[in-house]
């Protein structure tokens, strides 16, 4: 009787449920939901850089990060399908628009 008390927890052990899966781990660079595309945004070059430019330019692109891009400043290469890359000159009109 003694030998099946103290095997008893290891029996019950086996018949314990598995643990439940690990929460998902997020990606850099993306954000369910948002998939940044340049279709329709040709019509914001030449614009000045806006409140009212700036949201338009996110509600189209389904991005749901805006980079701004001026002048002569170093920019990270990584890529991030969730961002929207604004390249602006010196008098802050919009020059190009891409994703990444």
């Not at 003694?2 to 019950?12: E, I």
């Not at 954000?31 to 338009?56: K, L």
């Not at 749901?64 to 929207?84: F, I, Q, S």
Request: proline share 8%.
């Amino acid at each position: 009787m003694r030998k099946v008390s103290l095997l008893a927890p290891a029996l019950l052990f086996g018949c314990s449920t598995a643990p439940a899966a690990p929460p998902a781990i997020p990606v850099h660079g993306q954000t369910p939901g948002h998939t940044c595309t340049t279709a329709g945004t040709d019509r914001f070059i030449g614009q000045t850089v806006s409140d009212a430019v700036d949201a338009a330019i996110m509600r189209i692109s389904h991005a749901a990060v805006l980079r701004w891009a001026p002048p002569g400043v170093m920019l990270t290469m990584d890529y991030r399908a969730d961002r929207v890359t604004v390249h602006i000159d010196a008098s802050n009109k919009i020059t190009e628009i891409k994703c990444g």
